[in-house]
Structures are given as structure tokens and as C-alpha cells.
């Protein structure tokens, strides 16, 4: 069974604090997204990878960097956390180019910033 | 992008057929029709996806208008797993690249099953 994980489920953390969201995809696939899903908004795109420490910015990247040391693992990083960051954050994955049919999403990561 | 409409909501009674439908009027001819859909508190997942012709898998069934501009997501038999949020997407496979692997997902339709 193909499989997208993220860290934690649910993560609390004060403002200004340094938060990392890590994403492990098991399925070999290129591309790596992160998006943020606000109520009334969507989803938004934040940064996707195409490749090993490769990045390009999404729609909404101001506030947050990523890393992809490895293929199967994308992090997020909120440098210095706002409550203007509390959402759900979530991962995906898929095969570069007309093979990827299919975004595989990880279960998500509900983040508060108080 | 070209832009997909949904209905905000819709009620089901369980056992029975569900027409989700999706207008896309500025739809390209290239674009392919993605159908995501969202069970509370879990991601995305992928659900079917076509061209021009009907399409079915072991999920649901996708027919599409002649004209294309409109699209119904069937499923043939709700029961209560299937509330959830029901996402139409627009895809051109010919500007994929690594951007265009992206999803642009709107509001979609909250489908809700009454037992």
C-alpha cells in the first residue's frame, strides 16, 4: 500500500519558535508538495520539490523554507512561527511528468501557533 | 487555470446514488478532469479522472458532457464513508512539468450521507 507520512497529526507551538513538518513518501516519486488548507481558502500551495535538493516556491512561500536531502523526504520549516501560521499542513506526492496522475497526500498536520 | 464550479453542498440519503456535478466552462481541450476527494480529517485522495469519454473504476464513475463543459461524479452507492468533501480539478497534462504537477484545488461540495 502506497504511503505518505507526516510527523505528527496534531503539533502546538508557541510564536517565534522554529518548527519543522517532516513528510517520508515509500513510492520512488520525483515530486514532493506542501500545501496548507485554511477553511473558505483551499488549499494553497507552498513550496513543492521536483528533485533531491531541488525547491520551488509555490503560491504562498513568505514564512516558510524547506529541505529535500533525500528522495523520499521533503521538510517544511517555519522559521519563526505566527499565529497567522496555525492551519492544517499537508504533504504529497507524485511521479514527475504524464505518469503522475495520481497526488498521494499524507493524513495531515493540524498546527496551532499560540 | 481554467476554473471549475460546484455546489457548496449536498445531502444523500444512504443505499442510494449520488450525482456530484462540475461545471467548467472555460475548459480547454487539452485539460483533463480530476476528481479528488477529502474524508474529515484525513489528506486529499485521488478519486478518477478523464478526457472526453465516461470513465469507471472501483470508486466511482465520471461522465463527462459532450461539449465538455460540464462533468457528474457518480457514485452508485453511498454509505456513510463516503461524506466527504468532493474536489473538481483541471489538469493539462501538456504543461506538466514539475510545476505543473501542482493541484489547484477549489471549494469543492460537501457531500453528506443520511443513514
Not at chain 1, 520512488?28 to 473558505?40: A, I, S, T, V
Request: net charge neutral.
Amino acid at each position: 500500500d502506497v504511503k505518505v507520512t507526516q510527523s505528527s497529526r496534531y503539533l502546538v507551538k508557541r510564536t517565534g519558535e522554529k518548527v519543522f513538518l517532516e513528510c517520508v513518501q515509500d513510492m520512488d516519486h520525483e515530486n514532493m508538495f506542501w500545501y496548507r488548507q485554511d477553511p473558505g481558502l483551499g488549499l494553497r500551495l507552498i513550496y513543492f520539490s521536483y528533485d533531491v535538493k531541488m525547491k520551488e516556491k509555490g503560491d504562498i512561500p513568505e514564512g516558510y523554507s524547506v529541505s529535500r536531502e533525500k528522495k523520499e523526504r521533503f521538510s517544511l520549516i517555519l522559521e519563526s512561527a505566527s499565529t497567522n501560521q496555525t492551519s492544517m499542513y499537508l504533504c504529497a506526492s507524485t511521479l514527475r511528468g504524464t505518469g503522475g496522475w495520481e497526488q498521494y497526500f499524507g493524513p495531515g498536520t493540524r498546527l496551532t501557533v499560540t | 487555470d481554467a476554473k471549475t464550479t460546484q455546489p457548496n453542498s449536498m445531502e444523500s440519503n444512504e443505499e442510494e446514488p449520488v450525482h456530484l456535478p462540475c461545471n467548467h466552462s472555460t475548459i480547454s481541450g487539452t485539460d483533463y478532469i480530476h476528481w479528488y476527494r477529502q474524508l474529515p480529517s484525513q489528506g486529499p485522495e485521488y478519486v478518477i479522472h478523464g478526457l472526453t469519454s465516461n470513465v469507471n473504476n472501483r470508486m466511482a464513475s465520471l461522465a463527462i458532457a459532450e461539449d465538455r463543459k460540464s462533468s457528474t461524479l457518480i457514485l452508485h452507492r453511498a454509505t456513510l464513508r463516503d461524506a466527504a468533501v468532493y474536489y473538481c480539478i483541471l489538469r493539462d497534462p501538456l504543461y506538466v512539468d514539475n510545476a505543473g504537477n501542482m493541484l489547484t484545488f477549489g471549494g469543492g461540495t460537501r457531500l453528506m450521507v443520511k443513514p
